[in-house]
């Protein structure tokens, strides 16, 4: 099983990451980043909001040509510093468009990933399989 990393693996990663900023809010890309985003309100103990984007489907085919908010944005970020949580992170494309949405108003973005290129990241490989995925 290529990239196949157990839950337990994935967890320590998680609990051993450093950052160096001290974060008012954690902001998850929905879906994929709500389970890492759940994970890292544990250990961060802050709050979490969504963002919710759509990209891809489930078998990861992208659905439109570019990402799309499918919902708009309910939560004030307003001179926040903000963890922004993706599960995986392919093209960036995504990524970069949660940023333009935030940049404006937000104090400091910061990016977090568990798969891929990231400011914070806990794999960048790429076949990888998360634990969590039924």
Request: charge should be neutral; aromatic fraction near 12%; include cysteine.
């Amino acid at each position: 099983m290529s990239g196949g990393k157990s839950f337990d693996e994935v967890m320590q990663r998680f609990r051993e990451i450093e950052f160096h900023e001290t974060f008012d809010m954690i902001v998850a890309i929905a879906n994929g980043g709500i389970i890492p985003a759940a994970l890292l309100n544990q250990r961060l103990n802050i709050d979490i909001q969504l963002l919710k984007i759509n990209l891809r489907d489930v078998q990861q085919k992208p659905r439109y040509d570019r990402p799309k908010l499918i919902s708009p944005i309910d939560f004030t970020f307003k001179d926040k510093t903000i963890l922004l949580v993706e599960d995986r992170v392919k093209t960036g494309a995504t990524l970069n468009y949660a940023i333009n949405l935030l940049k404006d108003e937000a104090k400091l973005i910061k990016t977090f990933a568990v798969n891929g290129k990231a400011d914070y990241y806990l794999y960048n490989e790429d076949c990888f399989r998360f634990p969590w995925i039924l």
